[in-house]
């Protein structure tokens, strides 16, 4: 009997917008990703550098001692193995599980003139990864919160891209702004790239003012006459838990095992992984 072929999904979690929880979800799902089994990298490709210090924890000076961040991968001098660190998870259901990730550093932006002048520069990132898809399942990808040159790399690598989006208008035409810089992306270097889905963060049920309810059903229209029902993954409410993880430097499954956003990530997790089976 033949032995089926590994295959690593790289995906991008982006929006042309600030503030839709793009990091957030990042984690999260890598984290519930690695709980299901699977090797997770994650890659923080924002030089704010949220998703770096969501995983480093809260000591004093953590950010400023990592020595090689994805700049220096990019730049060259250094490989993306060499710039990988681990998570250190405190919930016995992940503490044997692989949660890797490479970090952001604050003076990434320095590296942006250089880079966009190399010949080969919408390569570089999937170049970079490529050595290492053998060794995870899934590489999730955390985008600025605006079209630079790191989303336009991450989308030139990705194999998939999810959209996060608050319900409300901004987010709305963020999704417009991305799915129109994807098309740019398709048509110049990543012909393949294809749409996982979008999960529509902070959301409230409870809620029944017309901007909430309105902007709900306009990402739900706007994503289904594109794509299809199914590509609207999930709803993820909000939850305090999410800021005391982030305040901790952990994640959410180490701060609180039972929360409904637990429940709603596992819920969108495994909706991504069945939309890019």
Do not use: W
């Not at 929880?21 to 984290?31: I, N, Y």
């Not at 503490?95 to 932006?109: G, N, Q, R």
């Not at 999937?126 to 989303?151: G, N, W």
């Not at 990543?190 to 306009?218: S, W």
Request: aromatic share 6%.
């Amino acid at each position: 009997m033949s032995q089926e072929t590994h295959v690593c999904r790289v995906i991008a979690i982006t929006n042309n917008k600030g503030g839709v929880c793009k990091t957030t979800t990042t984690v999260a799902l890598g984290a519930q990703l690695a709980e299901l089994g699977h090797r997770v990298l994650l890659i923080d490709l924002d030089p704010q550098a949220n998703l770096t210090k969501h995983l480093i924890g809260k000591e004093p000076g953590a950010l400023e001692a990592i020595e090689l961040h994805i700049g220096d991968v990019l730049s060259g001098s250094t490989t993306l193995a060499d710039a990988v660190l681990a998570y250190s998870s405190t919930n016995p259901d992940l503490m044997d599980k692989t949660l890797h990730f490479v970090p952001a550093s604050y003076i990434m932006e320095q590296y942006e003139k250089g880079l966009s002048k190399k010949p080969e520069m919408p390569q570089l990132l999937r170049k970079a990864i490529r050595p290492l898809r053998p060794h995870y399942d899934y590489v999730l990808l955390d985008c600025p919160p605006q079209m630079s040159l790191f989303t336009y790399l991450a989308l030139a690598a990705a194999d998939y891209f999810l959209v996060t989006s608050l319900a409300a208008t901004f987010s709305y035409d963020g999704i417009k702004n991305i799915f129109e810089a994807v098309e740019d992306v398709r048509d110049s270097v990543n012909p393949n790239l294809q749409f996982a889905g979008v999960g529509i963060m902070r959301y409230n049920p409870k809620i029944r003012h017309k901007p909430h309810e309105n902007a709900v059903n306009k990402i739900e229209q706007l994503v289904t006459e594109q794509f299809g029902r199914d590509k609207v993954l999930g709803y993820v409410r909000e939850d305090r838990m999410v800021e005391a993880a982030q305040e901790e430097g952990r994640i959410i499954h180490d701060v609180a095992t039972l929360s409904r956003v637990k429940d709603d990530y596992y819920a969108l997790t495994t909706k991504l992984v069945e939309a890019v089976r």
